[in-house]
Structure formats: structure tokens, C-alpha cells
């Protein structure tokens, strides 16, 4: 579901920047005031295994469509909305400037479409209420199930809505949410699926690390984190090599409509600006070994489609090699980047 810079207009996507830097202010005030200890390393782990965990896509059988884990509900069960959003736009901006996936113009809508509505919606108004203070496994699983479907359905409307206030794809909004609404419904029941696997482990490891549980002191969480980045590793160094090669749910409901996978990109001042930003930035373009320059594709878009599928048939350069090296390095920076803002957001408080 990353937009790509090709359907959002330079109002809409300075708009939902605007909005994006906002909430992570917010987050970032919240984690300073509360933030425990431990939350620092498990962001850094949860957003490696989110970076690569979307690097995988599943078909959805019976649509010649696939669709990829969104990760805000799972960042938000274990962590917390506000940790959830921060993660979340530092996954979303390690992506888009380093493997061209969703565009530099489009980053504040993808941060709103899949941070702030399962982070500050589905998670505080769907989750907790049916967790109920006391996480166990059969309300954790219904929780994590409704949360993620009714998450994806806002993050999917909210993209028909952001491409149609931008005016430059034609595409009628009826019809593309009534494309957008019911493949996000399926790729929501699996999203809800691997969430509440995710948590029912984090839970019988470590019950008192959720942010439901109030148990306290938080005891080693060695084992839970080094068993995170071992499915991280697995998961962007092994398993993304054979992510499905069919379009994903935007890029699908795009070709219903248009015949194409992709919109042409307006060759405005902002779209041409960010895109020779991108063309700098993104070693390793849609998760593979750089052979041809963004510029130079034939479609020619500003480096991102609707939504970057890992591993296309039809793309010599995505081979498995070079989706394997892009899932490590591309889980080791994410891991970084968190690592090093969520040290500085809680140190902050203290150097001032």
C-alpha cells in the first residue's frame, strides 16, 4: 500500500507531510515522558523483522493479486502507538530512500496510511478495548484480527482518498475502492493472522514487555530479541527471495482500472525534483542490484510504482541474491536508524 509519488499532488503530499511530522512529534514527546528501558532495543529488533516481513508478498488466491504485512498493529501490541508510529516512518523512509519503494512526495500519505491508522485508531480503539487490560490468547488473536482488518480498511480508503484529492490519476472513486476496500480485507485476516502469532510468542516469553501488562521489572529480553533478528535474517535474507510476483493490492486495483500496473508521473517541479532525490538515495531499487537508472525506465515514473513488489518475473535484476543482500542491509540500516533516534529521543530530555 505505498503510494507512489505518481498519485499524489505536490498539496496533498506537503498536506500529509505536514500531518506525519506532526505525529511524530507527538510520538516522540510521549516516548520521552514514559519510555522504559527496554523499549529502545525492541524497536530497533521489531523494525528490521517489519522491514523485511514486507519485503515478503502472498498471493491471494483467486485474484491475480498479492498483498505484504502493513506491521503498524503488531508495532503498536507491542510497543505502544506512539513507539508504533516512529517505527513505523523510519521503516517507510529507509524504504523509500534507499529501494525506491513508494516515493519521497508520497511518504507523509504512507506514514498516515500505515502508522496512524492502525497505531491511533485500530490499536487504542479496536485492540484494547478487547484485550481489556489483561492479554490471553484467544482475545489477543480476535483483538489482532478485527484491529488489522479495520487498520488496512482505513489506510485503504484513505489512499482513494488521497488519490482522488490529488486529481492526477483518473481514476473514479467508486471504483477503485470498491477494488482497494475488499482486497485489503483478505490481505487484513492475514495481517491479523501473523500479529497475533508475533504476540502470543512476545507473550508467553515475556507477558510483562506488552504495554497492556503492567508487570514490572521487565526481566532479560536476550531470548525474545535474539530471536527476532533470527526471523529477520530468515526472513529479508531467505524467505524474500520467493515473494510472490504478482502486483499487489494497489497495483492491482490500478491495473483493473487503467491496464497498467503504474501511473505515469506528473513531470511537475516537486515530482522532478524528489525523483532526481531518489535517483541519488536508492542503492538498491525495488529490493535488487541497481542496472538501470530510475530516470531511465521506460515507463517513465520517478522511481517508485504504485507499490514495489519484491521479486518481479519480468525483471532480470530481481534476483534472488540481490533481494537477499537488499533484505539484510536494508533490516541492518532500519535496526540502526531506530536504534540511534530512539537513544537520542531519550536522552533529549536530560541535555536540555
Sequence with gaps: MHMADALVSPVVGGTMWLAACGLIGHSVR????????????????LGAFVFTAQMINFTIPGTGSSGHLGGGLLLAALLGPHAALLVIASVLTVQALFFADGGLLALGCNIVNLGFFPAYVAYPWVYRVIVRGRYEAMRGSVAALAASVLG????????????QASGIAELPFGAFAALMLPIHLAIGVVEGCVTAAVVAFVA?????????????????????????????????????????????GLEWAIARLSGTEEVSALRGTWHARLSAVQERTAVMPDYAFRQTPLSA?????????????TARADAPSALPLGTSVAGVVGGAVTLLVISWLGFVFRKWPRAV
Design 204 to 248: 508467553r516469553a515475556r507477558p510483562e514487555v506488552l504495554p497492556v501488562a503492567d508487570a514490572e521489572p521487565v526481566r532479560s529480553l536476550r531470548p525474545v530479541l535474539a530471536a527476532l533478528l533470527i526471523a529477520a535474517a530468515l526472513t529479508g535474507g531467505l524467505l524474500s527471495g520467493w515473494a510472490s510476483s504478482l502486483p499487489d
Design 30 to 45: 510521549r516516548i520521552e515522558a514514559s519510555a522504559k528501558d527496554h523499549l529502545v532495543p525492541l524497536m530497533g529488533v
Design 152 to 163: 488496512l480498511q482505513l489506510g485503504a480508503l484513505s489512499v482513494v482518498l488521497q488519490t
Design 297 to 309: 525506465r521506460p515507463d517513465g515514473s520517478d522511481g517508485a510504482s504504485a507499490e514495489s513488489t
